[in-house]
């Protein structure tokens, strides 16, 4: 064999090894496995550095040239054994050639054996055996030889087939892969707009000149036509030359940029492990060829294939991996969810382009890291990957980083270093920052991080802004988007751009459309069905803990189970540990979420509902209904249930119950609460459906519901006082005619009892499981009316049972049952008689109580049409047969005029009707007889109407026992519509008062909400749109009694022959005229001195009238009140009264008490009053109201006031200026200084009230509600000088003694000049973190340099304090000298009494510490004048950038101001040690400032950042 055994399949030239002289010709392996030669390769390679497969085209990236491919080792091996072999031979002929003759000895011995018999036979019958065996092994040799051969080309055949299998399938998925690339690429034709507006450019060039040509060749045959056109513009347009230049033909060589490349490494990597020949046991091929499907994650800028299977075994070759030499400057991922495998296929920019939002590409980096997960984890194996926590919220909300992508990371760091490294990152004074963007920041030592700014907070600020300019920035914060945490960053206000240049750097455009497209390195996570231990607390500070303590900064392996919305659904795994979860689990930090009750635990359950006893009629509500073996019904006789159900909407509609009782993890049969039609009801947890839903049912109405958990909440214990409020019952007396209740039978059964009030009577006992059988009635308190299961065995929708016949064994006298129906009824029954007969017209009914009704037509409370139920079998006979008569019938020629009947096809119904007015162009207006409203109708929709069928089933009726308000004898429109929107299409229960009258007066009853039959009339009257009807004598009931008496003698029903007669028409009803009364108003107040008072606030007005009481005022106020209780002991008799000469009055309050009122407005059924003695302004029902002065001896208690020096902004004081007002005054007892009397005694007096020690006026100026008046000089006199002690004036004689101690004024605060926005400070001493008492370190902002200082001035006064007299006088705000625990005494003044027995105390502060004390009368000294005059050296202020946090865990709380927690009082304790610098933000309503430490720092940035506290 030569070494040109094995030859290309493309020229045939023989492989050849490279020689000293030549390079040979080797075999390179492709990418596709197809094995070619250098000649031929290098023939192939385009100017990309691709090389297409001739055999697949399959491409294959050569970035190293072709002698950069693999070459096929076993060629080589085969040309190396072939050049060897042929040396051998070469060397075996030499051998022979030169090879010397035998030996003389060996001829001798031939000579001797031929000389000898004995062994020439020996030799032969040897030679025959051996010829013998081998023939036997030529066959075996044959046989095993042809054996193997067969049996190789068969395994060769199935394993290349397999492969051939394997590999189609690859290329229908490169295939459909393919396809999807190219569908992307339609964005490329827009590279090219510019080249096809050149094109259309030159076609119509080309189509101009063509024109002028063809028109010139015309002019040239035609010289005549010369007229018809512009010779000249065609001579212009043949003789312009074309302009080559012109045409920008850039576009014919312009690239789109865009290339395909493939991912060698990952796609290498990936071939091995999904198409191989696997070898378990080293010593057969057992396992076919697959191709498995991916995994993968996506890396910054590229995607990263990792493969589920191991790395190729036993001896196969390794792939050489070859690293990339260069790398895009953009890379865009399109990819595709592939079921059997994917390919790693990327289309590089060249150069930047514009790039999507950066939410939208982090959206989109997100669904592709996740889009495996959708899939059922039964199809493939769960994806696991290592990971490294950043940053731990709780176990629920944590971030993560793949290891796989630590490379990127790097890279990504490096390009930011990089960048910010330069100039070109820096801010200039024309940058704007806005939230949103991203920036840079230096993070660590030359390390720069990428940022999102979240909030924004510009310069003397407080709120955070959208956007400004960078110089302007005082304090952001920003997300980490690689790390998954926020930070807050303040700048100081003199540190400029140099400060933020060197903590933030800004992207340009190039840096920042190459960052959008790294995706974000932190994945929001959360560990999988585990919750909080302790479901009220949440999770716990020891669970994040434990998390960061186990997890720390090693990989851990994560494993993927699904999303949730950004969130990835993991377990994370530590080797040697057990799951992150069930370490949570074990630690009893967490619990798995299991909707399954654990053994041992039983949920606090509703009380059953109560059962009705046996045969007795009780008034119920049919809450739910599914059919008539399984409805709902609800008593109404329950008014604990309306109680329960309103203390249900207070608890749970306030916005922090949703926090307060969030359910987590519910369990079976487990009571709840949850909201229905915007309002909270107990429900019971019944079933888990999956997905965190549940269903439940609502045990106070019985239907069923599939709910979120996040719907439902914990129920308090109180609300398991009553029972289960729906009663689960089934009809007793009937029973379906199949095997199941049909949907007509059903929607037949809603419609008569669901939402309806109806009598309920239980007929059996049964378990506590299953449902009661009752009877259901249409039924009042005194009359039987129709069984519900009657009407539905009347309308063939069920059939009776003979074995659940109503029965009563305790029958009362007064009880009428339904009878039979094979008897006759009885003439007392509320339904109509049955007969053949069909009744046209209505008939009353013999008893006119509790008569079933439906409203029709409403015009007013005097014009009411209803229909009664028991008729609606006779209605729908007349319907039917108004509808077999003219349904086929033609329009009759016939003259219509006003009072004729007829039949009209009213919305495709026919109905009885009467003709009111008939208009020229054939339009009618009819009067339809059994409804009472008008219609407009065409003639073509009227028929003539037969005498028999005219009549009406309608009752015209007038509501009794109510009259117009407002001294109207006609009802007012407001009160029409009213009732017409309350009463149209509902059902009612009627009572006929006087059956005689026309309209018939009636009682009508409807139902409320809570089931309760109301009268509609005192329904008006409470409205305010009617009034009682005072009836006199002879209109008694006595006569409504005769003529009950006369009906029932009457043998046959009387008819109502006179309703179809005439058109329903309302009667006015004229009411006696109101009685004329006069009263006076009640005596002015007296009014209180002038000076300082204490006052209670008893109501401010809509007009900013203040209303106040002094302490007498509030006594004499309850001794009224008695006084009045006792002057009216019974309700004085209500009448008819004229309310425009009424002033003072008796008014009766919502607490049954009497009270004296004036009269200022009459609106409808309704007064305005005012309380003299207390302000108040109500608007009280003209019954409570009575036209009578009580205590007139007694002057009105309350005092009108206006606030002194202000102008309210607009005409008057705005609405929420009297709600400010409100909040601050209503009910407290407050310091007033009255400083003028009005001139009319029920006038306003103008006063100053201070509120917590600042003046009203103030609050509302500050709250631009007012200004102060300009009238006033100077604002000195808005100061309300300190209360004089209110002593007896005594006439005492003073001569001699001696001359009184000076009172001393309160001390002087130190006040910072403007010009100084910031100072170096100390603090003296800490109330809340946010509230601390500064001491000012300048001494320019204190006062004037004097002889002696305050500290020379105290040692002073300490060494003779002996000398000083002991404070005798304690008023508050009183300077003073009060002894500190030191010993020595200190400058203080006196907050208050902190005890009066067994001994005083007082509450003072040491104004130079801000130090609050409570010491005895002994341990005060009066203040000397020489220390007086000195400033306070504490100066309170108010922290600014902070606030307390809302969701901190800490139990224990500062009590004074519970909303910090004392570990935050504790760090920050830590964090003012020190000289510190106050920046002043704000000095108004109080000095407001920022703290910062020696480094430049917040002060309470670290408290941020542990939990304690959240930026303002």
Not at 1296 to 1305: F, K, N, S
Request: net charge negative; aromatic share 8%; proline share 6%.
């Amino acid at each position: 064999m030569s070494d040109t055994a094995v030859a290309c399949n493309i020229c045939g030239s023989s492989y050849t090894l490279p020689e000293d002289e030549s390079g040979g010709n080797l075999p390179h392996v492709l990418v596709c496995g197809h094995i070619f030669c250098s000649t031929c390769l290098r023939a192939l390679q385009s100017q990309q550095n691709l090389i297409t497969c001739p055999e697949c085209q399959m491409d294959t990236s050569i970035e190293e040239g072709v002698d950069g491919l693999e070459v096929d080792s076993r060629i080589i091996g085969l040309i190396y054994t072939a050049r060897m072999n042929t040396k051998k031979g070469r060397h075996r002929c030499k051998s022979q050639r030169f090879k010397s003759p035998p030996p003389a000895g060996a001829i001798h011995t031939q000579e001797n054996a031929e000389g000898r018999p004995d062994v020439v036979k020996v030799l032969d019958e040897f030679l025959g055996k051996a010829t013998e065996n081998l023939s036997q092994l030529d066959k075996l040799h044959k046989s095993f030889s042809s054996g193997i051969h067969a049996q190789l080309r068969k395994e060769r055949t199935r394993i290349i087939r397999e492969i051939d299998e394997a590999v189609d399938k690859a290329k229908r998925v490169l295939q459909k892969r393919r396809s999807m690339l190219v569908s992307k690429l339609s964005d490329v034709d827009l590279l090219f707009t510019d080249g096809r507006k050149e094109c259309n450019r030159m076609e119509e060039r080309m189509k101009e000149l063509q024109t002028a040509i063809q028109k010139a060749r015309h002019v040239r045959q035609v010289p005549s036509l010369e007229t018809y056109c512009n010779l000249d513009k065609i001579l212009e347009t043949l003789h312009i030359p074309v302009d080559a230049e012109s045409y920008d033909m850039s576009s014919v060589s312009l690239r789109s940029g865009l290339c395909c490349s493939l991912q060698m490494d990952s796609f290498v990597d990936s071939l091995r492990s999904c198409l191989k020949i696997t070898d378990d046991d080293d010593d057969c091929f057992l396992k076919e060829v697959t191709v498995e499907p991916f995994k993968h994650v996506v890396k910054s800028g590229m995607e990263v294939w990792d493969s589920s299977s191991q790395s190729v075994g036993g001896n196969a070759d390794p792939i050489v991996k070859k690293k990339s030499t260069s790398r895009p400057s953009f890379i865009e991922e399109i990819m595709e969810d592939i079921d059997t495998s994917s390919e790693v296929v990327e289309i590089a920019h060249s150069f930047p382009e514009p790039e999507p939002r950066h939410a939208e590409r982090h959206t989109m980096h997100r669904r592709h890291r996740r889009q495996r997960f959708d899939r059922p984890l039964t199809t493939q194996p769960k994806l696991v990957h290592y990971v490294m926590a950043t940053h731990i919220v709780n176990p629920a909300h944590f971030y993560v980083r793949y290891m796989m992508e630590q490379k990127s990371g790097q890279k990504l760091t490096k390009k930011v270093n990089e960048f910010c490294s330069g100039d070109s990152s820096l801010f200039t004074f024309s940058d704007e920052i806005k939230t949103g963007s991203v920036l840079f920041i230096y993070w660590k030592k030359d390390v720069w991080c990428r940022v999102t700014v979240t909030e924004l907070f510009q310069k003397e600020c407080f709120q955070h802004v959208p956007k400004c300019l960078a110089s302007e920035v005082s304090r952001l914060c920003v997300y980490f988007q690689d790390f998954g945490f926020s930070k807050g960053i303040s700048i100081p206000s003199d540190g400029g751009l140099s400060v933020l240049n060197e903590c933030l750097r800004r992207p340009d455009a190039a840096t920042l459309a190459e960052m959008n497209g790294w995706a974000p390195l932190a994945i929001k996570c959360s560990l999988k069905d585990i919750v909080p231990a302790d479901l009220l607390k949440g999770w716990s500070l020891e669970a994040a803990d434990e998390m960061r303590s186990l997890l720390g900064s090693e990989a851990v392996e994560m494993q993927v189970f699904g999303e949730e919305g950004d969130t990835l659904l993991v377990d994370l795994k530590k080797t040697p540990m057990v799951s992150m979860r069930e370490h949570l689990v074990f630690m009893e930090l967490a619990r798995f979420y299991s909707p399954i009750v654990s053994p041992g635990s039983v949920p606090l359950l509703f009380y059953p509902s109560v059962r009705p006893a046996l045969n007795v009629e009780v008034n119920a509500m049919v809450s739910h209904a599914n059919k008539p073996s399984d409805f709902y019904v609800q008593l109404v006789e329950n008014m604990e249930y309306l109680l329960l159900h309103s203390k249900l909407q207070d608890c749970y509609s306030r916005p922090q119950a949703n926090s307060e009782f969030q359910i987590f993890c519910p369990s079976l049969s487990q009571a709840c609460v949850a909201c229905y039609d915007q309002e909270w009801c107990r429900v019971q947890v019944i079933g888990f459906p999956g997905g965190r839903m549940v269903e439940v049912r609502y045990v106070d109405f019985g239907y069923k519901k599939t709910l979120s958990v996040k719907d439902l909440r914990q129920i308090k214990d109180e609300f398991f006082a009553l029972p289960e409020m729906a009663l689960w019952c089934s009809l007793n007396d009937v029973v379906s005619p199949q095997h199941t209740w049909s949907d007509e039978a059903c929607v037949a059964f809603k419609e008569l009892v669901e939402h309806k009030l109806i009598t309920v009577v239980a007929k059996k006992l049964v378990a506590g499981t299953g449902p009661v059988p009752v009877c259901l009635y249409e039924i009042g308190d005194d009359c039987t009316g129709a069984s519900i299961g009657d009407l539905l065995v009347r309308n063939g929708l069920a059939v009776s049972s003979k074995q659940c016949q109503i029965k009563d064994t305790q029958p009362l006298e007064t009880t009428v049952w339904d009878p039979p129906f094979e008897e006759e009824p009885l003439s007392v029954a509320l339904t109509p008689p049955v007969s053949e007969e069909l009744n046209a017209s209505l008939i009353l009914p013999t008893c006119v109580k509790d008569i079933k009704v439906r409203v029709t037509h409403v015009t007013s409370p005097g014009n009411i049409y209803v229909q009664l139920l028991q008729f609606d079998s006779q209605l729908k006979r007349i319907h039917d047969t108004l509808k077999s008569l003219f349904s086929k019938s033609e329009p009759q020629d016939m003259l219509w005029e006003a009072e004729m009947f007829c039949a009209a096809n009213n919305t495709g119904v026919w109905e009885r009707g009467k003709v009111c007015t008939v208009s020229a162009n054939g339009v009618a207006e009819v009067l339809r007889c059994d409804f009472g409203n008008k219609v407009n109708l065409h003639e073509n929709n009227l028929r003539p109407l037969s005498p028999d069928l005219i009549g009406s089933f309608l009752l015209e009726c007038n509501l009794s026992g109510v009259r117009p308000a407002g001294g109207r004898s006609t009802w007012t429109a407001t009160a029409c519509d009213f009732i017409s929107h309350y009463l149209t299409g509902a059902m009612a229960v009627m009572a006929i008062k006087d059956p005689s009258a026309r309209p018939v007066l009636v009682s009508l009853f409807c139902s409320n909400r809570a089931g309760q039959n109301v009268s509609f009339s005192d329904f008006l009257i409470s409205e305010g749109l009617a009034l009682k009807e005072r009836k006199a004598a002879s209109t008694s009931e006595t006569v409504f009694s005769e003529q009950c008496v006369k009906i029932e003698k009457i043998p046959e029903p009387q008819r109502l022959t006179s309703l179809p007669q005439t058109p329903p028409t309302s009667t006015p009803h004229i009411s006696p005229p109101p009685e004329k009364v006069q009263t006076h108003s009640y005596p002015p107040p007296e009014l209180p001195p002038c000076g300082h008072t204490l006052m209670s606030i008893s109501a401010v007005s809509e007009q900013g009238v203040i209303y106040a009481m002094t302490h007498q005022a509030v006594c004499e106020f309850d001794r009224l009140r008695e006084r009045l209780q006792q002057h009216i002991k019974t309700l004085p008799r209500q009448k008819n009264y004229n309310w425009k000469g009424v002033l003072g009055c008796a008014v009766m309050g919502t607490d049954m008490f009497w009270y004296r009122g004036q009269v200022q407005e009459v609106i409808g059924g309704h007064v305005k009053v005012q309380y003299v003695d207390q302000g108040l302004v109500e608007s009280i029902p003209v019954c409570h109201v009575y036209p009578m002065v009580l205590c007139e001896d007694v002057p009105q208690l309350c005092v009108p006031c206006e606030i002194n020096g202000v102008i309210p902004i607009g005409k008057g004081w705005q609405w929420d200026a009297v709600v400010l007002m409100k909040e601050l005054l209503l009910g407290r007892s407050v310091s007033v200084h009255i400083i003028e009397h009005p001139e009319d005694p029920c006038g306003c007096v103008k006063v100053e009230i201070t509120v917590d020690g600042m003046a009203l006026s103030k609050i509302m100026v500050h709250h631009q509600y007012a200004t102060f008046d300009p009238a006033i000089s100077s604002r000195e006199d808005y100061v309300v000088p300190p209360p004089v002690p209110d002593l007896d004036d005594w006439d005492l004689n003073t001569e001699g003694l001696q001359e009184p101690q000076t009172v001393l004024g309160i001390y002087k605060e130190l006040q910072i000049p403007k010009s100084r926005k910031h100072f170096p400070a100390r603090v003296k001493h800490i109330r809340t973190p946010n509230e601390v008492f500064l001491c000012l370190l300048d001494k320019i902002l204190g006062e004037e340099e004097q002889e002696e200082n305050l500290e020379e001035a105290l040692e002073r006064v300490n060494e003779r304090i002996e000398n000083l007299s002991p404070l005798t006088d304690f008023p508050i705000e009183c300077s003073c000298l009060a002894e500190y625990s030191d010993g020595k005494y200190y400058r203080a003044k006196i907050l208050g009494f902190s005890q009066l027995t067994p001994s005083v105390k007082l509450l003072v502060r040491h104004v130079d510490f801000g130090s609050d004390d409570i010491l005895p009368t002994q341990k005060l000294r009066q203040l000397p004048t020489s220390l007086h005059h000195f400033p306070c050296a504490a100066v309170y202020v108010k922290l600014a950038g902070f606030k307390p946090t809302s969701a901190c865990s800490e139990l224990e709380r500062i009590p004074y101001r519970p909303e910090w927690s004392m570990r935050a009082m504790m760090e920050m304790i830590d964090l003012l040690n020190g000289e510190l610098t106050a920046v002043v933000t704000a000095t108004e309503p109080q000095l407001s400032v920022l703290l910062y430490n020696a480094e430049g720092t917040l002060v309470h940035r670290p408290l941020v950042e542990k939990g304690l506290a959240d930026y303002a």
